[in-house]
């Protein structure tokens, strides 16, 4: 299994009238913290791009459990569970400065040529990368 970890501030455009985060910006969450784990892997979504693999969402699940406000500071937690083939399933939480959950979900993603747009077998360099984590 991988699992990253992601900090960020809420900032005050991502609240809303009540004062809390708006609930679409935990999807702009989730993807920061599965752009972290990219990168800590080596393959930052810019290289990705220079193999022509693009990485969409094929499916989004989330639970919210608590709210946030600005200037809470959330740690967003990406696991990736069973080693990919088609697909990648990510398990994602957040929680806030106190260990307090905020939300959690499950983000699938696949892989496409981004000249065809394809659906694609799971990049042999993506699978070099993970696999150790996998033994």
């Known amino acids: ?15 809303d009238t009540m004062g809390i985060v708006h609930h679409s910006n935990y999807v702009r969450f989730f993807e920061c913290g ?3 784990m990219m990168k800590e892997l080596g393959m930052p979504i810019e290289y990705m791009e220079t193999q022509h693999i693009m990485l969409p969402v094929v499916s989004l699940d989330i639970h919210y459990k608590h709210p946030s406000k600005m200037g809470d500071t959330l740690t967003i937690i990406t696991a990736v569970e069973k080693m990919p083939q088609a697909k990648v399933t990510m398990n994602q939480k957040i929680v806030n400065q106190h260990g307090t959950l905020v939300c959690y979900g499950t983000v699938v993603v696949c892989f496409i040529d981004s000249e065809t747009r394809l659906p694609v077998r799971t ?13």
């Open 34 to 36: 599965r752009n972290a």
């Open 1 to 15: 299994m991988y699992v990253s970890e992601y900090k960020l501030d809420v900032r005050y455009y991502e609240t």
């Open 123 to 135: 990049p042999k360099f993506f699978q070099d990368k993970i696999a150790p984590y996998f033994l």
